[in-house]
């Protein structure tokens, strides 16, 4: 799956829980210079239908600090963000403010206004180090982080674990102690399987896997220690520790998993899983209980998608443009945002609210948000800043399904990879 729907997933997932109550290359003609226009334009992405009084308070607000400011809103369908913006761009009629998802910046860097010298040191430091440095290549702050969909978290069902003699109390922390764990449990309890999922980016990412060059030009991962990783992997799903479903493209569409119990655990899952449980299983919701994702030498955890603010080139104020996005993105706006539904904050104070330090034991959406909010610091964002991310991470997804199931050995499969990401790193 793109991390472009990962985000639309666990907004409709928190909706369902907490409402039922080409590369441009900054060529575009600059507008007219005017220091003291108040006019903004700005774009958000599928926000309008459910959240339209939280974005007409936010205006509200800001028009109270800014009496003559004009604030134009324009909510924008996710599908459509992209060519949408390339095409402003391009006839030098480009929003003030966009919402773009981090996967969609690096199409868009050489359009983007630094923002570095309309942000003061102590506005930097309110957002999560780990977030905003994301944003900053080779020094140049090109967004302001917003919210996300949380860290991953790991899911067990405490019968099928118990089942197989192992302690669900002391659960594994890493992905290979998941992998020596979900062998033993295929053992104990034929007809059942350990998790799913195949060794992607993210994983070597948290792994600390190198995957390129400093200069983003070519492949790194191909490494005797890569192969090794990728080897477990391969012997987990031959002895049934992975599901033998887990070599699909999209994981909607596993055959098995904890629905059916017919796998025990997922190592490393968005949460948003668990509202899709509660609503098809509840019998298995009662079962589950929750730990924090696996890792691996890196200690982090991956963030596949981080929503952001941007300012593109050629709008005639950037100060107050930029004014602007910090005010949709300080901790009081992005707290209130995330108590109406279930999605995780940039900023640093944010995580003091009593809304992630205040718990109902047992509740398990509550556990969620606890190891969320403790993970939160450790997160590490998952793009690559390629500009052909996507296609990178297809290609590799296509060789480890063809390495677990036995098509390709972990060497094969790594040196297929690496010889099409340089291909397709190559191409211009």
């Known amino acids: ?6 985000l639309a997933r666990a907004l409709a997932a928190g909706l369902a829980l907490t409402l039922a109550t080409g590369c441009v290359a900054g060529t575009e003609k600059e507008k007219p210079a005017d220091a003291g226009t108040m006019d903004i334009e700005f774009w958000t992405i599928n926000l309008k239908k459910n959240f339209e009084s939280y974005i007409n308070g936010l205006i509200d607000g800001f028009k109270k600090q800014h009496p003559d400011a004009k604030i134009t809103w324009v909510d924008v369908p996710g599908n459509e963000v992209k060519p949408k913006l390339l095409a402003a761009v391009a006839a030098g ?4 403010v966009v919402n773009l998802s981090n996967s969609d910046l690096e199409e868009f860097v050489p359009s983007l206004t630094d923002l570095g010298p309309y942000v003061t040191e102590e506005q930097r430091r309110a957002y999560a180090p780990n977030l905003i440095e994301s944003l900053m290549p080779d020094g140049t702050l090109i967004a302001l982080p917003w919210y996300n969909g949380g860290a991953p978290i790991a899911i067990y069902n405490t019968d099928l674990v118990s089942k197989a003699g192992l302690d669900v109390s002391s659960p594994p922390k890493t992905f290979r102690e998941a992998l020596a764990w979900a062998m033993k449990l295929h053992q104990a309890t ?25 200069d983003k030009s070519r492949a790194a991962f191909n490494t005797p220690e890569t192969t090794q990783l990728l080897t477990a992997w391969r012997d987990a799903y031959r002895s049934g520790g992975i599901a033998p479903g887990a070599t699909v493209k999209d ?31 509840p019998d298995v919701f009662a079962k589950l209980k ?53 999605i995780y904050p940039s900023t640093v104070e944010s995580l003091k609210d009593p809304h992630f330090t205040t718990f109902q034991p047992g509740k398990l959406t509550d556990e969620a948000r606890r190891i969320i909010a403790e993970e939160l610091p450790k997160l590490q964002l998952g793009f690559l800043g390629t500009g052909k991310d996507d296609r990178l991470q297809e290609r590799w997804d296509e060789n480890m399904r063809a390495m677990i199931s036995g098509r390709k ?18 191409a211009k």
């Open 93 to 96: 009629n480009a929003p003030d």
């Open 1 to 6: 799956m793109r991390v472009a729907s990962l």
């Open 409 to 426: 050995s972990p060497s094969q499969a790594l040196a297929d990879a690496e010889k099409e990401w340089n291909a397709l790193l190559a």
């Open 251 to 281: 994981d909607r569409n596993y055959p098995q998993t904890l629905e059916n119990q017919q796998v025990a655990f997922s190592a490393s899952v968005m949460p948003f899983v668990l509202n899709n449980i509660e609503k098809n299983a």
């Open 190 to 214: 034929p007809g059942v399987y350990g998790m799913n999922g195949i060794p992607n980016i993210s994983v070597m990412q948290a792994e600390g896997v190198p995957v390129l060059s400093a």
């Open 290 to 342: 929750l730990g924090s994702a696996m890792t691996g030498k890196a200690g982090t955890y991956v963030l596949p998608d981080q929503q952001t603010f941007v300012v593109p080139k050629g709008t005639p104020n950037p100060r107050f443009a930029t004014e602007f996005a910090l005010y949709l993105t300080n901790a009081e706006n992005q707290t209130a945002f995330c108590k109406l539904v279930a």
